[in-house]
C-alpha cells in the first residue's frame, strides 16, 4: 500500500507551484553568453543579440561575478572559452535547441501546418535534390519553412542541433527514430578537360595521375579502403571537405574525384573504369520529440520520398544511367538537361 494518496495536492505538486526560479535573475545574460561563446566574439555577439559591444561585455561580466567564475579568457584570435565556461554553453546549447523547438511546436498547433523544420544535410544532396524538390512542397505547405544546414556532426544528429538530419549511420540513441532510405553509391570521375591534359585514368596508369582527397574518404572503417588505395598510386592534387566545393574541384579539371552515381548527368564528367564502386546506405534521423510536430512530421515524410528506394539514382542497383524522372528534373534543369533523354555516354 502507498503511504501516500496521489490525490492529496501537498504532496503531489507540479514544478510550476513553486514560486521559486532556481537560476536566478539573469536569463538575459545567459542569451549574451551563448551568442558570444558561439561567435567568439563580444562584437559579433552584440550584432547577434541587437545590442552593443559595451552592455555584451557588462552583462558577461555580471554573470561571471554572480556564478563566481571566470567564463572566458582573451586572446589574440577573440575569447575563447574556459573549461567552466564550455560546460555551461554546451548545457545553454541544449537549452537553446530546446526553446526554439518549443517555440516551433507551438506555431504548428494551427489548423494549417506552419513552422520552421530545420534539416541537416550535406551541401550536395541539398543543391541537387532536397533543394529543386522545395518547389512542390513548398506549393503544398507554404507555411512551413526549411532551414538546410550543412552538418557539424555526421554522426550525432544532437551536436547539428536540427530537428533531423541525413546521415550514413543508423541511430542508436533512445531519442531518436532512424529510417533507412536508399543506397547512396559512389565512383571514381574526372572531367574531360582532366582527360584532354593529362590522359584517360585506368587500372594500369593511376601512378601518372592526381587525386582529390576528403576528410570523409579517410575513415578507417574499411568501406573507403579501395579509394586510399588507389590514391596512394598516384599523388594527392587537393584536399576539400565540402561535397559541393569538391564536385566543383572535379568539374574544374584539377584531379580524379570520388563523386554520387547522380552527377553523371553533367555533361562534362567521365566515369572511370578502374574497379572502384561504393555503396553507402543512406539514413533519416529525427528526434522523437520533435517528430510529433505536424510539420516536422511532413518534412520527414517528404525527404524520405525524395532519398527513398523509389529515386532510381538511391536504388539498390549501382547504374551509371538513369532515365529522366521527377527526382532529378531540379538537377538536370541545373545542367541545361531538360528534355534530353541521354546523360553523359563517354565511357
Given at each position: 500500500?502507498?503511504?501516500?494518496?496521489?490525490?492529496?495536492?501537498?504532496?503531489?505538486?507540479?514544478?510550476?507551484?513553486?514560486?521559486?526560479?532556481?537560476?536566478?535573475?539573469?536569463?538575459?545574460?545567459?542569451?549574451?553568453?551563448l551568442?558570444?561563446?558561439?561567435?567568439?566574439s563580444?562584437?559579433?555577439?552584440?550584432?547577434?543579440?541587437?545590442?552593443s559591444?559595451?552592455?555584451?561585455?557588462?552583462?558577461?561580466?555580471?554573470?561571471?561575478?554572480?556564478?563566481?567564475?571566470?567564463?572566458f579568457?582573451?586572446?589574440?584570435?577573440?575569447?575563447?572559452?574556459?573549461?567552466?565556461?564550455?560546460?555551461?554553453?554546451?548545457?545553454?546549447?541544449?537549452?537553446?535547441?530546446?526553446?526554439?523547438?518549443?517555440?516551433?511546436?507551438?506555431?504548428?498547433?494551427?489548423?494549417?501546418?506552419?513552422?520552421?523544420?530545420?534539416?541537416?544535410?550535406?551541401?550536395?544532396?541539398?543543391?541537387?535534390?532536397?533543394?529543386p524538390?522545395?518547389?512542390?512542397?513548398?506549393?503544398?505547405?507554404?507555411?512551413?519553412?526549411?532551414h538546410?544546414?550543412?552538418?557539424?556532426?555526421?554522426?550525432?544528429?544532437?551536436?547539428?542541433?536540427?530537428?533531423?538530419?541525413?546521415?550514413?549511420?543508423?541511430?542508436?540513441?533512445?531519442?531518436?527514430?532512424c529510417?533507412?532510405?536508399?543506397?547512396?553509391?559512389?565512383?571514381?570521375?574526372?572531367?574531360?578537360?582532366?582527360?584532354?591534359?593529362?590522359?584517360?585514368?585506368?587500372?594500369?596508369?593511376?601512378?601518372?595521375?592526381?587525386?582529390?582527397?576528403?576528410?570523409?574518404?579517410?575513415?578507417?572503417?574499411?568501406?573507403?579502403?579501395?579509394?586510399?588505395?588507389?590514391?596512394?598510386?598516384?599523388?594527392?592534387?587537393?584536399?576539400?571537405?565540402?561535397?559541393?566545393?569538391?564536385?566543383m574541384?572535379?568539374?574544374?579539371?584539377?584531379?580524379?574525384?570520388?563523386?554520387?552515381?547522380?552527377?553523371?548527368?553533367?555533361?562534362?564528367?567521365?566515369?572511370?573504369?578502374?574497379?572502384?564502386?561504393?555503396?553507402?546506405?543512406?539514413?533519416?534521423?529525427?528526434?522523437?520529440?520533435?517528430l510529433?510536430?505536424?510539420?516536422?512530421?511532413?518534412?520527414?515524410?517528404?525527404?524520405?520520398?525524395?532519398f527513398?528506394?523509389?529515386?532510381?539514382?538511391?536504388g539498390?542497383?549501382?547504374?551509371?544511367?538513369?532515365?529522366?524522372?521527377?527526382?532529378d528534373?531540379?538537377?538536370r534543369k541545373?545542367?541545361?538537361?531538360?528534355?534530353?533523354?541521354?546523360?553523359?555516354?563517354?565511357?
Amino acid at each position: 500500500m502507498d503511504a501516500f494518496d496521489e490525490e492529496q495536492q501537498a504532496f503531489n505538486r507540479s514544478p510550476l507551484d513553486d514560486e521559486n526560479l532556481l537560476s536566478g535573475q539573469f536569463w538575459g545574460e545567459l542569451r549574451v553568453f551563448l551568442a558570444v561563446a558561439k561567435t567568439k566574439s563580444f562584437n559579433r555577439a552584440a550584432e547577434l543579440t541587437n545590442t552593443s559591444q559595451p552592455r555584451v561585455s557588462r552583462q558577461v561580466k555580471r554573470l561571471q561575478d554572480i556564478v563566481g567564475s571566470q567564463l572566458f579568457i582573451a586572446t589574440a584570435r577573440g575569447v575563447k572559452l574556459t573549461r567552466k565556461g564550455e560546460a555551461l554553453a554546451q548545457a545553454l546549447c541544449r537549452l537553446d535547441h530546446t526553446l526554439y523547438s518549443i517555440t516551433s511546436d507551438l506555431k504548428a498547433e494551427t489548423s494549417e501546418a506552419e513552422g520552421t523544420v530545420s534539416v541537416s544535410i550535406t551541401d550536395g544532396l541539398n543543391a541537387l535534390f532536397a533543394a529543386p524538390a522545395l518547389d512542390q512542397f513548398s506549393a503544398q505547405y507554404p507555411k512551413i519553412q526549411l532551414h538546410l544546414k550543412n552538418p557539424i556532426n555526421i554522426m550525432s544528429l544532437r551536436e547539428n542541433q536540427t530537428d533531423m538530419m541525413i546521415g550514413i549511420s543508423p541511430a542508436e540513441s533512445s531519442d531518436s527514430r532512424c529510417r533507412k532510405l536508399g543506397q547512396l553509391h559512389f565512383i571514381p570521375v574526372v572531367a574531360k578537360d582532366y582527360i584532354r591534359k593529362h590522359g584517360l585514368p585506368t587500372r594500369n596508369n593511376l601512378e601518372q595521375h592526381v587525386f582529390l582527397q576528403s576528410e570523409y574518404y579517410l575513415a578507417r572503417t574499411g568501406l573507403w579502403d579501395g579509394w586510399q588505395q588507389a590514391v596512394a598510386r598516384g599523388r594527392i592534387a587537393h584536399y576539400c571537405d565540402n561535397s559541393f566545393a569538391y564536385g566543383m574541384l572535379v568539374k574544374a579539371g584539377q584531379g580524379i574525384g570520388m563523386l554520387g552515381s547522380y552527377t553523371l548527368v553533367e555533361p562534362c564528367f567521365v566515369p572511370l573504369e578502374i574497379d572502384l564502386r561504393i555503396s553507402v546506405p543512406l539514413y533519416l534521423i529525427v528526434l522523437n520529440d520533435r517528430l510529433n510536430a505536424r510539420p516536422v512530421r511532413l518534412v520527414f515524410d517528404w525527404l524520405s520520398e525524395v532519398f527513398g528506394n523509389n529515386n532510381p539514382w538511391f536504388g539498390d542497383e549501382f547504374r551509371l544511367n538513369n532515365p529522366p524522372s521527377a527526382y532529378d528534373a531540379g538537377f538536370r534543369k541545373m545542367f541545361n538537361l531538360e528534355g534530353n533523354d541521354e546523360t553523359n555516354t563517354s565511357r
